[in-house]
């Protein structure tokens, strides 16, 4: 038989927790891990005779424990390992069988697996070839993690001082109250375990078993090390995951009630087709928070508000349809569903203003309803508003709150869907696509300003043609954030590329276009309205820009809408610095066409009231973008209904006391970001709805528990890019 002649470390001694008080160089710390701190080595005899003489256990005897060892490597994501108290001889053969706590080298100190947590060390003295072997340590000094969690610019010593103090992560930073009592070695712990639950909560995978399973392993190392106040963080957290909303989230079906709908679906067991009813299949149903929860969620957050209104506070409830992925992945498309108070620019201009409200899948509805003639979305929000209605009331500091949905905002495609407007955006046609005007898509060319349009009178009397809501406001009303940003402007943007690179200008090109954008960008500074480096140093241009003259408009997506008006300001240094060495009538043309677009979007964003003036030339400014668009466009590519809703703004200008706040859609778009990623990393193939939802109530209540423990996570967990 062969002998085990493998040396392993005391598991007691490891998991006996010691600290290190002093500061020391690399050469001493290294001695004091060998003497003070259990290094010594023994073969498994050896080890029976330490466990007896040192610790009083005899492995005769009948006690039992845990491999921390084991629960470590399952925190770091191996999940095929169970953790389970056994008796100490089959410990040692599960130490045999595992290698856990085995040494590989006998001649080093350095340890392969985990060993107890201990402080930073204070400064780098020794020797190059010290700092080297110190760096391969980082299994035996970190946090109870092999695969270097920290960063070392984000360890903390417990003496630390200052008022907020902030822990910085890759994606998260935490700020920890001054009078609270986390010690530098505490705050590690949680920075790193929410770092890691941020990872997995947004990756691939992350089951609400997988997350459960990956708490309950932090939770038991941290127990190890007998902190029980993290501990209490990580329970409140589990508590969060195993409620999985249960009480906070309500199906609401989209078909009409008692509605029959059958749908044929093939038997591979009998090679039949068999007729089911959909109408009561949760796939196709609508997921939606119960209003108590966010009312009450916006009532905590907005304590001013409450304070200063009369008894009713009113809201904007917003409504786009969301592709979560391509076609080749199945192309799945939700009605997403969000709500904000309507208050000062500065609170609704945050991402944690909006509250996502609903999820609803739109492809039972679009192929087996919305035939009621009163528009596709008309059942869905018939039973979303009578529930809003019997539950609009919160009582807060003994007073009683009335909340209103007051506007309904979004982009043309849903309101000509809700309002049951038609939905055609080209210029021909006798029927109205207007909601404001009656006039016909076929005379658009021939109004074509603002002074037009108002001196023929065509306007829309009554408030909205659906007679379930006629207590919001008149839907006088367009997004100027999907008007511009995501409209004319980078369509107008993709027809100057096209003719740039006609203009036998040597130095612009196809391929040189993201090039010399990147350039202007850069010198832009600080004053970039978004970073797009990384989409032009990819030479996007190149590939997506085509010089065939298009019969329809097309444009190049920048990122986002944000990244087209970057792009729109990078495009007009670069056609002025062109104009200092060519002077062309041609490039004058086109900055005017750009600059203009921009100047429209920039008196829409204004905080304040316009005054006259300004009025004046928002109304001079539209008229110019619809006038450099059609003459751009050559008169082939027709009047787009954005086009014609830019002639209204001075109308809707008006409508909202005189001034476009809070109208953009930009920070409920923000709000997509989250809702895709949470959709990619679900395995829910049957209601991902559901799943998605439910991330989305973690999220928000774990910014709420951390803030109960004085502790306050960034915006950048809510951040779409991270989440």
Excluded at 194 to 203: A, H, I, P, R
Excluded at 222 to 242: G, P, R, S, T
Excluded at 676 to 687: A, D, I, P, T
Aim: aromatic residues 10%; contains cysteine; negative net charge.
């Amino acid at each position: 038989m062969h002998r085990n002649t493998a040396r392993y470390m005391c598991p007691l001694c490891v998991d006996a927790g010691y600290m290190i008080e002093e500061n020391y160089n690399m050469t001493e710390l290294k001695n004091h891990l060998q003497s003070m701190h259990g290094r010594e080595n023994y073969n498994m005899t050896e080890l029976k005779n330490h466990l007896q003489s040192m610790h009083g256990r005899p492995v005769e005897a009948n006690w039992k424990i845990k491999c921390s060892n084991c629960i470590r490597k399952k925190q770091n994501g191996f999940h095929n390992i169970r953790i389970n108290e056994i008796s100490a001889s089959n410990f040692l053969k599960h130490m045999n069988r595992e290698g856990c706590f085995k040494i590989t080298d006998t001649s080093s100190s350095i340890v392969e697996e985990i060993a107890p947590t201990t402080t930073e060390t204070s400064e780098a003295e020794g020797t190059l070839n010290d700092e080297q072997q110190i760096e391969n340590m980082d299994g035996i000094i970190d946090d109870f993690n092999e695969n270097d969690v920290y960063d070392d610019q984000v360890f903390l010593n417990d003496s630390d001082e200052g008022t907020n103090e902030t822990i910085a992560s890759e994606n998260l930073s935490f700020n920890f109250d001054d009078d609270s009592n986390w010690t530098g070695q505490q705050k590690r712990v949680i920075e790193s375990v929410l770092k890691n639950f941020s990872e997995f909560f947004k990756g691939d995978f992350s089951t609400f078993k997988n997350l459960e399973l990956f708490l309950k392993a932090q939770k038991e190392i941290v127990l190890i090390y007998k902190d029980n106040a993290v501990a209490n963080i990580l329970e409140d957290l589990l508590k969060i995951v195993k409620s999985r909303a249960r009480n906070e989230l309500q199906f609401c079906s989209p078909f009409m009630d008692n509605e029959e709908i059958f749908e044929d679906v093939h038997d591979v067991r009998t090679n039949a087709n068999q007729r089911i009813n959909i109408s009561e299949n949760k796939k196709y149903m609508g997921v939606h928070f119960n209003f108590t929860y966010i009312l009450k969620k916006l009532v905590d957050n907005f304590p001013e508000l409450v304070n200063s209104c009369n008894g009713t506070m009113k809201l904007q409830i917003y409504a786009d349809e969301l592709v979560m992925n391509n076609f080749s992945d199945g192309f799945s498309e939700f009605l997403h569903v969000a709500i904000r108070p309507k208050v000062s620019f500065e609170s609704m201009s945050k991402l944690s203003s909006v509250y996502t409200l609903s999820l609803l899948p739109t492809y039972g509805l679009k192929r087996f309803g919305g035939n009621s003639g009163r528009g596709r979305y008309y059942e869905f929000f018939r039973k979303l508003f009578e529930r809003f209605n019997a539950e609009n009331f919160i009582t807060c500091n003994e007073r009683q709150i009335r909340f209103e949905i007051v506007q309904i905002i979004g982009d043309h495609c849903f309101l000509d869907n809700f309002f049951n407007v038609n939905a055609a955006n080209s210029d021909r046609g006798t029927i109205p696509s207007c909601r404001i005007c009656l006039v016909a898509p076929c005379r658009y060319k021939e109004l074509d300003t603002v002074q037009k349009v108002e001196e023929n009178g065509e306007f829309r009397d009554e408030a909205t043609l659906n007679p379930l809501f006629t207590e919001i406001t008149p839907q006088i009303y367009s997004d100027y954030f999907h008007d511009i940003c995501e409209g004319i402007l980078p369509s107008n943007t993709y027809i100057i590329f096209q003719n740039l690179c006609k203009l036998n200008i040597p130095e612009v090109t196809t391929f040189s276009l993201s090039a010399l954008l990147l350039q202007h960008h850069i010198r832009r500074g600080s004053n970039v309205v978004q970073d797009i480096r990384n989409v032009l140093g990819s030479n996007l241009i190149s590939t997506k820009l085509s010089l065939t003259p298009e019969t329809s408009r097309k444009c190049i997506h920048f990122h986002s809408g944000y990244g087209n008006v970057e792009v729109g300001y990078c495009l007009v240094l670069l056609i002025e610095d062109l104009l200092h060495r060519y002077q062309s009538e041609s490039l004058v043309f086109y900055r005017k066409c750009i600059k203009s677009n921009l100047d429209v979007l920039e008196l829409c964003g204004k905080k304040e009231i316009l005054t006259e003036y300004q009025k004046q030339q928002l109304i001079a400014k539209c008229n110019e973008v619809v006038e450099t668009s059609i003459k751009l466009g050559e008169n082939r590519l027709g009047f787009t209904k954005k086009m014609h809703y830019l002639l209204h703004y001075n109308r809707i200008l008006n409508a909202n006391e005189g001034s476009f706040c809070g109208l953009g859609t930009d920070r409920f778009e923000a709000a997509h970001v989250p809702c895709k990623r949470f959709y990619l990393s679900s395995k829910n193939h049957k209601v991902p709805a559901l799943t998605v939802m439910r991330k989305i109530f973690v999220r928000n209540e774990l910014s709420i528990m951390l803030k109960k423990h004085s502790i306050i996570i960034s915006e950048s967990f809510n951040n779409p890019s991270e989440m």
